[in-house]
């Protein structure tokens, strides 16, 4: 492959996935390593267990008093939002600790 198409990949990755994502996929390319997909599922479900706080932890969270206490917004897209990626986001929403959010629906 010449290095002019390599120039025009890398300028299409800066821009589609931004800087990180590029040098990643780069150093990958350069080191002839392959991601196995499996192995990181199973990567996460170690780091899960490893970290997933109890219930008593959970609680002290929601029981803690913050000096200031902002207000956190979350502004979702709505314009053709599947019925299941809004219900899996309000649940996840609902389920964290900080309680001081309003969710801003925008549709167009």
Do not use: C
């Not at 803690?64 to 899996?88: A, D, G, H, L, R």
């Amino acid at each position: 492959m010449n290095i002019r198409n390599n120039v025009n990949k890398i300028k299409y990755y800066l821009r589609r996935y931004g800087f990180f994502v590029t040098v990643k996929k780069i150093f990958k390319r350069m080191f002839h390593i392959k991601e196995n997909r499996k192995n990181n599922q199973e990567q996460y479900k170690i780091w899960i267990r490893n970290n997933e706080l109890t219930e008593s932890e959970l609680e002290k969270q929601r029981d803690y008093k913050f000096n200031y206490n902002p207000k956190i917004s979350i502004v979702v897209p709505m314009y053709n939002t599947p019925e299941s990626f809004f219900k899996e986001l309000v649940e996840s929403i609902q389920n964290q600790t900080y309680s001081n959010w309003e969710l801003v629906l925008a549709d167009r």
